[in-house]
Each structure stands twice: as C-alpha cells, then as structure tokens.
C-alpha cells in the first residue's frame, strides 16, 4: 500500500513538473530579463545610440526584421542586434516596468541570417553554453548601454 502511493505520488509530481517546463508563464518565459533605472524611452534612445555608434551591431538590411512594436497595443518595444563574428542574430525587447525602471531581456539568438533558426536563452542551450551567451551578451551589450544611463 505504501509503496503504491510512493509510486502514484512520484508519477504525479512528475508529471506536473513536466507540464509546468512545457507551459510556462508569460510570453517571454525563458528571457533573461535585466532591471535597469531608466526610462523606457530613454533606454530605447540609448540602444540606438549604441548602434549608431556600433554599426557592427545592426542586422544587415536584407534581414526583414526591424526594432520597434509590432502594432499600437505591444507590450514590448523588440530590438534586433548582430553578431557579425559568429552571424547570429540578437533578440531582445525592453518594457517599462514601473516609473522608474525598465525592463531589457534577452530572449534568443538566431543561427545566421535566414530567420527560423531561434534558440530561447535559459531553454534551447546547455547550461555551460547558456551561461557563455549570457556572458557575451552582458559584455558586448549590456554593458556598454549601462555605461550610458546617468
């Protein structure tokens, strides 16, 4: 009896921890998300900037991908940026979060310059291979924008 519902008790939680990592929460799930102490648009100024200056930075035209919303009622202000080194495109967006800070995540890289290649941060990667991205994101990225908020 008790080694019967050890074994229903352990099929059950294990199934709900799998429909929990298959359904999860929110529309950006896996994102890396970076809590910064600066407006939504002034990030937004401060990432264009940050291209303008880095050209290097910007998806090449013939990629159809273009920062901004997608339509009056977007949540998230999506941004694109390029690895020309490795050629990987960098998703992100930014979301005001309250007055006074805003959200800039890190949600996924694309394989190349044909889109439909996007692997999730903290998803579709190994842990070590995960935490690399992160870093080269923070370093490349991140960093230098955080440089630019006063």
């Known amino acids: 009896m008790i080694k019967g519902t050890a074994i229903i008790g352990f099929l059950f939680f294990s199934l709900i ?21 600066v407006t939504e648009s002034e990030l937004v100024s401060i990432i264009q900037e940050f291209k303008k200056n880095n050209p290097d930075y910007c998806v090449p035209d013939e990629v159809q991908v273009k920062d901004g919303r997608s339509d009056k009622n977007d949540h998230w202000y999506h941004i694109y940026f390029y690895y020309k080194e490795e050629n990987k495109i960098v998703y992100t967006w930014v979301r005001q979060f309250d007055r006074e800070t805003t959200d800039f995540a890190f949600v996924a890289l694309n394989n190349g310059l044909t889109l439909g290649n996007w692997k999730d ?30």
Do not use: M, W
């Open 121 to 150: 941060i903290n998803n579709d990667f190994s842990r070590k291979e995960n935490k690399l991205e992160k870093a080269k994101f923070e370093q490349r990225i991140l960093n230098k924008i955080k440089l630019k908020i006063k």
């Open 17 to 37: 921890g799998t429909i929990s990592c298959n359904i999860a929460a929110g529309s950006y799930a896996y994102a890396e998300v970076y809590k910064l102490k």
